[in-house]
């Protein structure tokens, strides 16, 4: 009980000084136990008896849950052990699929409707919402490992299970104290090669796979985006955009400010995310093969692709290289699943409906996802006009021409993915519908008013090419 006071009291005290809440400092905190443990595992545990890796996944996670949430965590025990009672009544069958869909999802949007409050809530919902992902996962890997092979896809051949897991595979899967609680998401196939060993370089003679200098580095760079996140929100905070203050600013300072405060809200999430990737780089769970130049990969977790994200220029750009795992799980899971559907448009549509239920009932999360779609659809839509026009494209190949289209598609990505975010956020729509009339809503009269000029716009633009082609 001492002990319990004394860590309250110091993650109190770092809270305040930090100017955070407690609960997102606790988390940090749990996230960051994961690097003893993964160091404990390597040296002791890796590569023993499988049964004892898989003991010390579930208490280490388990633990750790008790810590931030209490007997709240026994709400993911529940789940598992629903689960694991349909996979093996009726796994491997489309009926196992769709009642572990609709139980983990209904149980999570339960929990939210009885937890939830007006702002965003670190609650044992956070890693309720990454085991609904998982725990539907593997009842479709079941169903894939039920079909014929040649039936299958690639990644589909990747991860499907031919028998169902043991109970203390899926639990230990479940409570990997390097994903359980923000992710990432990765499969039951990749964990059971994990436990067996079979993670690593097969022509190494290190007894244990180098990934602790990867893994500290790929932390270290979280740590940096921590810090860019903190002094980016003691000048753009959430509280400023709401303030009449900050309506007050210039036309274009109000923009710029926008697109900071967006890009200091992605750094937020990169930030744990990269730390979280360290912890499994340190694991080793990450391991991906070598690439061309024969160097070992430990990417097979990554849920930020920095590069891609921090170059964006297209909306695209942030969805290949943003939340990477849960937007591949929903492709592999949910969007491909649709192609029953017959429309891409439809398929996509469905998947962003999915992905805003997942998130919970704020009406911000509905919207966020909406600007998203239309902002996709304009960008897939123009996007092969534009390249088909061969003047056009010959006039982009000047250097200097291209240097501005560059510095003009940055800028709008920078501002626009701002605007998408303000309903993610804010989440309350008497705040962001405040902070839309701010920009008298010009992203929804660009973007929605788009279809309505399309055939116009397309138009013109073929027949630019079209005098290009006589001339």
Not at 400 to 414: E, G, P, R
Request: aromatic share 18%; proline share 3%; with cysteine.
């Amino acid at each position: 009980m001492a002990t319990e006071v004394i860590s309250q009291s110091w993650l109190a005290g770092l809270a305040t000084s930090l100017n955070v809440p407690e609960a997102a400092v606790r988390l940090l905190a749990s996230i960051l136990l994961g690097f003893p443990l993964a160091l404990f595992h390597r040296y002791k545990l890796y590569g023993k008896e499988q049964t004892l890796q898989h003991i010390f996944f579930i208490i280490s996670g388990l633990s750790i849950g008790y810590w931030n949430y209490g007997t709240d965590i026994l709400h993911s025990a529940f789940s598992l052990c629903v689960t694991y009672l349909i996979l093996k009544i009726v796994g491997g069958t489309n009926l196992s699929v769709i009642m572990s869909f609709i139980f983990n999802l209904t149980y999570l949007l339960v929990g939210y409707y009885t937890t939830s409050t007006e702002e965003y809530d670190i609650k044992w919902t956070m890693p309720q919402c990454v085991l609904t992902l998982r725990l539907i996962g593997l009842a479709f890997d079941l169903y894939d490992g039920r079909k014929k092979e040649e039936m299958l896809s690639a990644s589909q051949k990747e991860t499907a299970l031919k028998s169902v897991p043991s109970f203390l595979e899926i639990a230990a899967y479940i409570y990997f104290p390097g994903s359980f609680l923000v992710g990432p998401q990765f499969s039951m196939n990749r964990y059971l090669k994990y436990v067996n060993g079979e993670l690593r370089d097969p022509d190494s003679s290190n007894e244990l796979p180098p990934c602790i200098v990867p893994g500290f580095l790929r932390a270290l760079a979280g740590f940096g985006y921590i810090v860019v996140f903190q002094l980016g929100s003691m000048y753009v905070s959430d509280d400023y955009i709401v303030d009449s203050s900050f309506s007050n600013e210039s036309f274009w300072k109000r923009w710029f400010l926008l697109g900071l405060w967006g890009r200091v809200n992605l750094y937020k999430y990169i930030s744990c995310w990269l730390i979280t990737e360290g912890v499994c780089i340190v694991f080793g769970i990450t391991y991906n093969g070598k690439d061309e130049n024969e160097v070992q990969r430990w990417d097979g977790c990554a849920n930020v692709k920095l590069l891609v994200f921090e170059n964006a220029t297209q909306f695209n750009h942030y969805i290949l290289s943003f939340n990477t795992n849960t937007n591949h799980w929903c492709a592999e899971y949910i969007y491909k699943r649709l192609k029953f559907l017959g429309s891409k448009f439809y398929s996509q549509a469905a998947t962003l409906i999915f992905l805003a239920v997942w998130h919970g009932f704020h009406s911000g999360y509905y919207i966020c996802f909406f600007i998203e779609f239309i902002i996709m659809y304009f960008e897939k839509d123009i996007g092969p006009v534009l390249n088909s026009n061969k003047k056009l494209q010959a006039h982009l190949s000047n250097p200097i021409i291209a240097v501005l289209v560059w510095f003009v598609m940055k800028i709008y990505t920078f501002v626009f993915m701002g605007y998408a975010l303000i309903p993610f956020v804010l989440l309350k729509h008497s705040k962001y519908l405040q902070v839309f009339a701010t920009f008298h809503f010009l992203g929804h009269i660009l973007f929605m008013g788009y279809p309505l000029i399309a055939p116009f716009l397309k138009s013109l633009i073929r027949e630019n090419r079209q005098r290009s082609h006589n001339e």
